[in-house]
């Protein structure tokens, strides 16, 4: 049995990770820190049964000693203290933010617009995508969890990237529940303004998460150069993100190709489901569960040349896209079975 501490765990992928690490086998809660609820318990600030104390981040540092693994929801800027401070004690620490996800500074700089406060820490940290990089992740003491959409785009494309049966165009259409843009007071996330409605945002070549989806697919491939159109909508459900991806594979390589190649690619993954011919992955597919569910669709069904594919693949953007995600790390990472808490 380990201890694990959670900071930041009043937004809605800081209480999905406690409710997790709440019911997983091998695992007690050591703490829990809020910025904003400090001296109040859990089941005040949120209508959970648990009567956690929540404490101050400094009062966490002090307390480190208390605990083998943090996890680190805060938001995006705010990682990089806590990381540096938890990680000079020795502990294996968990960052849901995208403060580590990108491993040159470069990057970083072009995507979030100024410089990594703690360039020397990125290559230390191991990108938290299980199924392509369980082998790094295993014995990892510094992970950096993958955004909610890069998770599956990269599940969905990473096979024919892999293979280098992917060209170089890719447009992906998006869409993610509303609990996908946190848990502040914006007038765009308003029930009145969400409810019955739909909106893109970030679309085009804007949004940060393609720096992600850039990083993994273009090192998976033998190929690379790959462009993306990526256009994410926020859907009027509370969670869930449903993906859809246009691309365009090789002359001669058929779907039946395509499917043995994910059907080998992926077989054994617990956590991923991959749809039978004629069957569309929806969101019911996978909210309130760690999977993410993948089908492919010839654009022409009758033509069998046709090269373009219509890859859908969703997930619960709360676990395998955030919380459920840190937990399989946090299993391959200290030696616990991948499915711990999960299934």
Same mark, same amino acid.
């Given at each position: 049995?380990?201890?694990?501490?959670?900071?930041?765990?009043?937004?809605?992928?800081?209480?999905?990770?406690?409710?997790?690490?709440? =019911?997983?086998?091998?695992?007690?809660?050591?703490?829990?820190?809020?910025?904003?609820?400090?001296?109040?318990?859990?089941?005040?600030?949120?209508?959970?049964?648990?009567?956690?104390?929540?404490?101050?981040?400094?009062?966490?540092?002090?307390? !480190?000693?208390?605990?083998?693994?943090?996890?680190?929801?805060?938001?995006?800027?705010?990682?990089?203290?806590?990381? /540096?401070?938890?990680?000079?004690?020795?502990?294996?620490?968990?960052?849901?933010?995208?403060?580590? /996800?990108?491993?040159?500074?470069?990057?970083?700089?072009?995507?979030?617009?100024?410089?990594?406060?703690?360039?020397?820490?990125?290559?230390?940290?191991?990108?938290?995508?299980?199924?392509?990089?369980?082998?790094?992740?295993?014995?990892?003491?510094?992970?950096?969890?993958?955004?909610?959409?890069?998770?599956?785009?990269?599940?969905?494309?990473?096979?024919?990237?892999?293979?280098?049966?992917?060209?170089?165009?890719?447009?992906?259409?998006?869409?993610?529940?509303?609990?996908?843009?946190? =848990?502040?007071?914006?007038?765009?996330?308003?029930?009145?303004?969400?409810?019955?409605?739909?909106?893109?945002?970030?679309?085009?070549?804007?949004?940060?998460?393609?720096?992600?989806?850039?990083?993994?697919?273009?090192?998976?491939?033998?190929?690379?150069?790959?462009?993306?159109?990526?256009?994410?909508?926020?859907?009027?459900?509370?969670?869930?993100?449903?993906?859809?991806?246009?691309?365009?594979?090789?002359?001669?390589?058929?779907?039946?190709?395509?499917?043995?190649?994910?059907?080998?690619?992926? !077989?054994?993954?617990?956590?991923?489901?991959?749809?039978?011919?004629?069957?569309?992955?929806?969101?019911?597919?996978?909210?309130?569960?760690?999977?993410?569910?993948?089908?492919?669709?010839?654009?022409?069904?009758?033509?069998?040349?046709? =090269?373009?594919?219509?890859?859908?693949?969703?997930?619960?953007?709360?676990?395998?896209?955030?919380?459920?995600?840190?937990?399989?790390?946090?299993?391959?990472?200290?030696?616990?079975?991948?499915?711990?808490?999960?299934?």
């Amino acid at each position: 049995m380990i201890k694990a501490g959670v900071a930041g765990a009043t937004g809605y992928t800081g209480i999905e990770l406690v409710q997790l690490l709440h =019911r997983h086998p091998h695992v007690e809660i050591g703490w829990i820190t809020s910025a904003s609820s400090a001296g109040k318990r859990l089941c005040d600030v949120h209508a959970v049964p648990w009567e956690y104390p929540l404490i101050a981040l400094e009062e966490a540092y002090a307390r !480190a000693a208390e605990v083998d693994v943090v996890f680190l929801c805060l938001p995006h800027g705010q990682s990089i203290e806590p990381a /540096r401070r938890f990680a000079e004690r020795g502990l294996c620490v968990i960052d849901l933010s995208a403060d580590f /996800r990108l491993g040159h500074p470069e990057a970083y700089r072009r995507w979030y617009g100024m410089e990594h406060p703690a360039p020397e820490l990125l290559p230390q940290f191991v990108y938290g995508l299980c199924e392509v990089n369980r082998a790094q992740l295993r014995n990892a003491r510094l992970i950096a969890v993958p955004g909610c959409y890069p998770t599956t785009v990269n599940l969905g494309l990473y096979p024919l990237a892999k293979a280098g049966w992917l060209e170089e165009r890719i447009i992906i259409d998006s869409k993610s529940g509303v609990s996908g843009a946190g =848990r502040t007071l914006k007038m765009p996330y308003l029930f009145v303004e969400a409810n019955e409605n739909m909106t893109p945002y970030n679309i085009g070549y804007r949004h940060r998460h393609i720096a992600e989806m850039e990083m993994v697919l273009n090192a998976a491939s033998p190929n690379g150069g790959y462009r993306f159109t990526f256009s994410p909508h926020l859907l009027p459900v509370n969670r869930g993100i449903l993906s859809t991806m246009y691309v365009r594979v090789p002359a001669g390589v058929t779907e039946a190709q395509v499917r043995d190649l994910y059907e080998e690619t992926y !077989a054994g993954e617990p956590f991923i489901h991959l749809l039978p011919a004629g069957q569309q992955a929806s969101l019911r597919h996978t909210v309130h569960t760690n999977r993410c569910a993948i089908s492919i669709t010839p654009e022409l069904p009758d033509d069998p040349a046709c =090269r373009d594919l219509i890859i859908v693949a969703t997930e619960d953007n709360l676990i395998k896209g955030a919380s459920g995600q840190a937990v399989q790390c946090m299993n391959l990472a200290l030696g616990f079975p991948e499915t711990a808490g999960l299934l």
